[in-house]
């Protein structure tokens, strides 16, 4: 069964430091979101993405934080310098037309900033 | 008015018994409404989901209620096993915001063998 993959599993960075964070969708899906969880929180929504730009973005989402699809198969997502309140699993989501409104979660990065 | 409330924040059963777990929403222009169900270190996996046009569904063991009126949907698992033990997620979406989903604060379910 396809399934969203993401990697690295985890990561340690320094605060101040940049962090690419990666994804490859499930293949002809052409919704893309990035979702972040603070240890023991809900799930919070980052940004959706389809046709090549940002559809939506939530206040998280600031000028730190960017998206991309360099290909035709990697989503990412880029934290430009990080602060210790990025430390947060993230997980990647795609949907398409034949699967309607579901998201298909990855089983995310665990990001730790020190 | 994005809000979703979920409860109880963590519920034991015992093998055998019904779960439910409740959530409540704000804005009405909501109209999906999955459950996800989430193993530890894994993302979240949908379970089972429904739009506003109707008052239940039900898939297997799982079932959501679902009341428009009172802005309000649950999650009923009946014969609960302990591989349900998980972290529960209800969510709303609408289409027009290009269905980013609003989570509700999730629920620690045990079954107790």
């Known amino acids: 069964e396809p399934e969203v993959t993401q990697t690295p599993s985890h990561q340690v960075t320094q605060m101040g430091q940049e962090v690419i964070l990666r994804c490859v969708p499930i293949s002809n899906h052409l919704y893309f979101y990035w979702y972040r969880q603070i240890l023991g929180q809900k799930v919070e929504f980052l940004v959706s993405?389809?046709?090549?730009?940002?559809?939506?973005k939530s206040e998280i989402f600031d000028d730190q934080f960017s998206v991309e699809r360099p290909d035709g198969s990697n989503f990412t997502l880029k934290i430009r310098s990080t602060k210790l309140e990025d430390s947060a699993m993230y997980f990647c989501?795609?949907?398409?037309?034949?699967?309607?409104?579901?998201?298909?979660f990855g089983p995310g990065t665990r990001l730790l900033v020190l | 008015q994005q809000q979703v409330k979920q409860s109880p924040q963590s519920l034991i059963v015992q093998k055998g018994g019904i779960s439910i777990i409740n959530c409540a929403y704000e804005n009405t222009a909501f109209d999906y409404f999955p459950w996800y169900q989430q193993f530890p270190g894994k993302g979240p996996a949908l379970l089972i989901a429904?739009?506003?046009?109707?008052s239940e569904k039900k898939e297997g063991r799982f079932t959501i209620s679902f009341n428009k009126s009172a802005k309000q949907f649950s999650l009923h698992i009946m014969d609960s096993q302990p591989g349900d033990s998980a972290t529960y997620f209800c969510a709303a979406s609408k289409e027009t915001s290009g269905s980013r989903l609003t989570f509700g604060e999730g629920t620690q379910l045990t079954v107790n063998p």
């Open positions: 429904i739009r506003p046009d109707v």
């Open positions: 993405f389809y046709n090549n730009e940002i559809s939506e």
């Open positions: 989501a795609s949907r398409g037309w034949t699967s309607g409104e579901t998201q298909y």
